[in-house]
């Protein structure tokens, strides 16, 4: 088992720490010590971050986000848990990797270079996003393209009020350097222990690339999981009824080996 009480929350693409919140009171209440560092450009209030594009947003890579997490943990008293959303998740990959995290859990996680899917929702959601002829400009979500791609069971009048509260603009140098060298991950290493959790209705990362992810990891010695919870999307931290998988997520630490 981990001995480890420290858990950083690691938010994925068009979020910021905001979107961990009621998780890092959730596990405090139960004696872990939770720290959910943002991304560069990524800090504050999502309606003042919509209003104002810091200039240097749009050549932000993965690169430069794992190693500013990285540069964070380093100054914590001990390996943390790493829990990370969406891109967030492959930051974990990431993490571990670099031996900075006794365990890590991915939700909806972005895969590591060289795992990708032709599930049409997936290519409908990230295309815009990556879209190479939009250079470094920075990537503006409205409502209709957040209900697609991450509140897809809900309305768009639900979606509007998370889209109010949650959404930041974005960088499209993440997810382009994503499945480049910033993205490798050594599949056949040794590795901490890893759950992969999908949510059955995600459009932006589907069951079958998480699956994917969760398979490419070849070493037989070191422990993972993968978790599917139906009726979720890519909203999962932050939809109804997201207590299920904080829970799970729980008990898993718990009964980590």
């Known amino acids: 088992m981990t001995h480890s009480k420290t858990i950083v929350f690691i938010h994925g693409l068009f979020q910021n720490p905001k979107g961990w919140t009621e998780w890092k009171t959730y596990f405090e209440a139960f004696g872990y010590t939770c720290y959910s560092p943002a991304y560069p450009f990524h800090e504050g209030e ?48 990431k993490l571990l990797f670099l031996g900075k995290g006794v365990a890590g859990i991915c939700i909806d996680g972005v895969a ?77 290493k040794p590795h901490q222990p890893l759950l992969f959790i999908s949510g059955a209705e995600d459009h932006l990362i589907p069951t079958s690339l998480n699956k994917k992810n969760f398979e490419a990891y070849k070493d037989k010695n070191s422990q993972k999981d993968f978790k599917i919870f139906a009726g979720r999307t890519h909203y999962i931290c932050n939809q109804k009824n997201w207590e299920e998988v904080a829970s799970y997520v729980k008990e898993w630490i718990t009964n980590l080996k």
């Open 112 to 188: 590591p270079r060289g795992i990708m899917s032709f599930n049409w929702n997936f290519l409908k959601a990230n295309l815009p996003l990556i879209n190479p002829f939009k250079g470094d400009s920075v990537f503006t979500p409205n409502a209709e393209w957040f209900q697609q791609t991450f509140c897809n069971t809900l309305t768009l009048e639900e979606t509007k009020i998370e889209f109010h509260k949650s959404v930041v603009p974005e960088s499209r140098n993440i997810a382009r350097t994503s499945i480049k060298d910033d993205g490798y991950v050594d599949f056949k």
């Open 46 to 93: 999502p309606a003042e971050l919509r209003k104002n594009i810091n200039s240097k947003l749009g050549k932000l890579t993965l690169g430069q986000v794992t190693e500013s997490l990285a540069t964070f943990i380093d100054t914590l008293p001990e390996k943390p848990i790493l829990i990370g959303h969406s891109m967030g998740g492959l930051c974990v990959q």
